[in-house]
């Protein structure tokens, strides 16, 4: 299975969404996955400028002369595509964001009908895989990944891949600076690993496990009181 990770978060290796794709990534290969991690902020991907020209005029090919380039052809071709970003202002970041935008030469500009809803067929050579999404938040609440989870599975069914679960770690950042007062998440990293080793394996991720991960780090209050 071939797997394209797509890290959208500014800090790229050094950031708290890194430090959580990082065993998820490890399960993925555990379980046989071809995983490719690419750092998208750190490419030149220009906002899309809403010309169409990839539908009409070139179709399948962007005006725009960037690393999008590169990109398509792996996005096309990936069985399952994680997007990782940390929430910002409620959603995903800029260049997660832009990414996005910049994925519709996959599409057709003609409309089809699927399950009784306006779509765009996929280009002749772009699978219709699976999506996952990989999250983590600087709140300790799960509410705050609505948003984007919601964003993420419409997302999903535009591109006409099945949205396969969502790895959800808030307050991932306690995870290092605790560590450094000496406690311990193993659990939480353990369980990250399995929850890529079932993605591959069993093409969903088991809901007690999706729990574990989000697991309450230290109580609420202890975090307010001494980083809040
Ligand atoms: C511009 C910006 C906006 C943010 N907005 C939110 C937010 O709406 N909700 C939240 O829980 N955390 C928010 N955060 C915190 C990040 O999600 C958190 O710091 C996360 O761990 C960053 O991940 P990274 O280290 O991989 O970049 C925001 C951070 C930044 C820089």
Not at 99 to 123: N, Q, T, V
Request: charged residues 25%; proline residues 6%.
């Amino acid at each position: 299975m071939k797997v394209l990770v797509i890290n959208g978060s500014p800090r790229g290796d050094r950031g708290a969404t890194a430090g959580i794709l990082k065993p998820f990534i490890e399960g993925m290969e555990s379980a046989g996955a071809n995983v490719e991690l690419v750092n998208i902020p750190k490419l030149k991907i220009n906002p899309c400028r809403g010309c169409f020209d990839c539908w009409w005029k070139t179709p399948g090919v962007c005006i725009q002369d960037d690393d999008m380039k590169n990109m398509l052809p792996k996005l096309a071709d990936a069985d399952l595509v994680v997007y990782a970003t940390p929430v910002y202002v409620d959603g995903m970041t800029g260049p997660m964001k832009i990414f996005m935008d910049r994925s519709i030469p996959l599409l057709e500009g003609k409309w089809e009908i699927r399950d009784d809803h306006c779509r765009h067929p996929l280009r002749e050579g772009t699978k219709a895989g699976k999506i996952a999404l990989v999250s983590v938040s600087g709140f300790t609440e799960l509410d705050n990944f609505d948003p984007l989870v919601v964003h993420m599975k419409a997302a999903a069914l535009n591109m006409k891949r099945e949205f396969v679960g969502a790895v959800l770690r808030p307050c991932a950042w306690v995870i290092p600076v605790a560590e450094e007062r000496g406690a311990s998440f193993e659990d939480v990293i353990e369980s990250l690993r399995d929850a890529g080793h079932q993605i591959v394996s069993n093409g969903r991720i088991a809901d007690d496990t999706l729990s574990k991960i989000s697991r309450e780090l230290i109580p609420r209050q202890q975090i307010f009181e001494q980083f809040g």
